[in-house]
């Protein structure tokens, strides 16, 4: 019967004035045990005198709850700060029993209302133990009433026995849609080890292996420390993921929703969170000193990085902020999304970079003083046989930008470049990499400071590695490498949209800023431990399979061109890259003349990119073939080698 009823009523609360009705029963109960305990277990004492005390007794303490809202509590949640407002309710009406009793004994306004001091400090002690335990058994009732409905679906264990873990297991243990048993903690700590919390054991991290977790059936590992380092993270998590068990982890405490950790919160964990990323310092009081009260223009604004340099543009004091971009899907989302985070100092531009009429209204009406320009293509496989689109873009495009910046008196001219184009082997590199040569040649012609980043790859971008490969893991696989060799650096968008503005702080004109990026990673091993993440088996549940390289590809990226160096700046993960001279006359009549062949759709085109950039040597592509009648041609002067 009983279980019947918390079954059919477990959606509902308990009404808060019942609550009161049997707190205040137990708080009568409990001042007749007073008397028992205090006479040694007898009736021996004036039973008239109590009768009148009751009613009293019963009004002080209903006064006390509520005021203090102890009876407010859901009591199948019963928590610590339940049992404070408790102690805090018991503490008030002891002390205004107390006044009573004083206040009567001087002016007799009740009769036979006398109560010694040791029944107030009995009948307190009781009260208090009384009303928690009733709490405390209600919750046990109910979660083992519950239980017999909920099978327990899962063991885990808790990596972390601190705070953060504690309140884990709380939010495990009390959801109600699920029956989670934690098995146990697991921590680094000696001194917690061997000891319980909460009934649950605290494990040192050696006993983590396939044998305990087989034996206690262990479904998921669940990590819980705060600010834990991501070297460390990445060195427990590559021990777990060859068992069977599926790794998660707890969001920082600044996403808990009002500051309580919800179930639906604790993720099973990405391998963005293993990449080891330590998060760039920057000096935010230079960036905001360079932006406060300036235009700032963004093109290609609503893409992956340029989407992401705006979101952190708009936390600083500009002017105005402009963002162009041609997509106009892409551009609306992040409309919305500024508006809805209370950013509304924006103007978003439906337009094209290769439109020099319609961006030369748009400098002549808003003046921008700082162009972060971030439009461009950037697939490697797509650009090497639309080498048209390529040029239009990421050169022309480039240079619309830039002589617009020139003749309008802009300060600053940021272009965001890529690692593909340090030595490029595509179409796509190439243009990157005459796009800096272009802006290289601005520099010296006027005022307007250019300065050039170069990124790694970018997790979570459009079409970058790491969506691919979930989205075939989502599918069955098998996931697609191109080679069980090739290696790629990475870093998060925040970051690169860090670096963006802070080199864009930092830059006097003329650099090539450059990232750290740490350690390249094997994409073959990136896929194996993403399958493993996922709680699937390489290749069991799902393979990979090489694809070979795609049209353009290389199988390794760099940061610098051959004979390259760098120099340091005051931040130690970004510096500049040492340039060689370049003849910037010649290097810009061939970047125009490449601009104007591609506007008639001339097909020498690639074979002008590789005389303006020597380096640039095709690979795994057809046009392999313009190298080789390069080399043919013996007749030919080379250009001078530039950056």
Request: net charge positive; proline share 3%; charged share 20%.
């Amino acid at each position: 019967m009983i279980k019947n009823f918390l079954v059919n009523n477990a959606h509902r609360y308990a009404s808060k004035w019942l609550v009161l009705l049997i707190d205040v029963c137990m708080i009568v109960v409990s001042f007749v045990l007073s008397y028992i305990i205090r006479f040694n277990l007898t009736l021996d004492f004036d039973i008239d005198k109590l009768f009148v005390q009751l009613p009293i007794i019963s009004l002080i303490s209903a006064a006390s709850f509520v005021f203090t809202g102890s009876y407010k509590g859901v009591v199948r949640h019963t928590g610590v700060r339940d049992v404070y407002n408790i102690f805090n309710a018991i503490c008030l009406s002891s002390i205004l029993l107390i006044s009573m009793v004083l206040f009567n004994r001087e002016l007799g306004v009740f009769d036979n209302f006398t109560v010694p001091l040791g029944i107030i400090i009995i009948h307190s002690l009781l009260s208090f133990v009384a009303l928690t335990s009733s709490r405390y058994v209600f919750k046990s009732l109910y979660n083992n009433f519950m239980a017999r409905d909920f099978k327990i679906n899962k063991n885990v264990l808790i990596y972390g026995a601190g705070e953060s873990g504690i309140l884990t297991q709380n939010a495990l243990v009390n959801h109600t849609k699920s029956r989670v048993r934690v098995v146990g903690y697991v921590d680094e700590d000696v001194k917690k080890v061997g000891k319980q919390i909460n009934g649950v054991k605290v494990f040192h991290k050696d006993i983590l292996s396939k044998d305990f977790i087989v034996k206690n059936s262990i479904s998921e590992v669940i990590f819980s420390i705060q600010n834990i380092d991501p070297s460390h993270l990445k060195l427990l998590v590559e021990g777990l993921v060859d068992f069977p068990v599926q790794v998660k982890i707890v969001p920082p405490v600044e996403q808990w929703i009002n500051g309580e950790l919800k179930v639906s919160q604790i993720k099973q964990i990405q391998i963005e969170d293993l990449l080891d990323r330590a998060p760039i310092s920057i000096r935010n009081s230079k960036i905001s000193d360079e932006v406060k009260n300036k235009v700032v223009l963004v093109t290609g604004g609503a893409g992956s990085i340029g989407s992401e340099i705006v979101r952190q543009l708009c936390t600083y004091e500009y002017k105005s902020l402009l963002i162009i971009d041609q997509a106009e899907s892409a551009l609306y989302d992040l409309q919305q999304e500024l508006k809805q985070n209370g950013y509304h100092n924006f103007i978003p531009v439906v337009g094209d970079v290769r439109d020099k009429n319609r961006l030369n209204n748009l400098f002549q009406e808003h003046r921008p003083d700082i162009v972060f320009h971030a439009a461009a293509y950037k697939h490697v496989p797509l650009m090497e046989y639309n080498s048209y689109e390529a040029i239009k873009i990421n050169i022309a495009g480039t240079k619309v930008v830039a002589d617009l910046s020139m003749a309008h008196g802009v300060e600053k001219f940021i272009l965001i470049s890529t690692d593909k184009a340090v030595n490029p082997t595509n179409v796509m590199g190439a243009t990157k990499r005459i796009a800096e040569m272009y802006v290289s040649c601005m520099q010296q012609e006027g005022k307007t400071k250019f300065i050039t980043t170069r990124f790694g790859n970018v997790l979570g971008s459009n079409g970058s590695v790491i969506p691919l490969f979930k989205k075939q893991i989502e599918k069955g696989g098998p996931l697609t490498v191109t080679h069980a060799e090739v290696t790629r650096f990475f870093m998060t968008i925040p970051e690169a949209s860090q670096l963006v503005l802070e080199v864009g702080a930092m830059g006097d004109g003329g650099e090539i800023f450059i990232f750290d990026m740490g350690e390249s990673v094997k994409i073959f091993d990136l896929a194996k431990n993403m399958i493993k993440l996922s709680g699937l088996k390489y290749p069991e549940d799902i393979d990979i399979k090489i694809t070979g390289l795609r049209a353009g590809e290389k199988l390794y990226e760099e940061l610098l061109a051959n004979g390259e160096n760098t120099l340091p700046t005051y931040h130690k993960k970004i510096m500049i890259s040492k340039t060689r001279e370049v003849d910037y006359t010649h290097v810009r009549s061939k970047i125009d003349e490449l601009c104007v062949s591609n506007m008639f759709f001339n097909g020498s085109t690639v074979a002008l990119m590789k005389e303006i950039v020597p380096e640039y040597i095709s690979n795994n592509s057809e046009l392999c073939n313009l190298d080789k009648k390069k080399e043919s041609r013996t007749k030919t002067a080379p250009l001078k080698k530039v950056l």
